[in-house]
């Protein structure tokens, strides 16, 4: 059975291959989250990443929240 991708990995995943650069200033403005670009290098993959914001914040489920409504635009 395929897994499918959360709103914060799809959101994510658009910046993932091309443009990695601009994920750090997103995340910051849109998720107030603060990641260091070691971390970002650190993950293998989107998903792995995506997991890993989560375990920064207080409130998991908002960073998804934020992400759907981010896709929606």
């Not at 910051?28 to 989107?46: H, M, S, T």
């Amino acid at each position: 059975m395929t897994r499918i991708p959360t709103p914060l990995e799809r959101l994510l995943a658009r910046y993932w291959d091309d443009d990695r650069e601009r994920l750090l200033p997103l995340i910051e403005q849109r998720f107030g989250v603060r990641i260091e670009p070691e971390q970002l290098k650190g993950a293998r993959d989107v998903s792995s990443f995506a997991a890993s914001l989560k375990h920064l914040v207080d409130h998991p489920g908002r960073l998804e929240r934020v992400a759907e409504r981010l896709l929606e635009r």
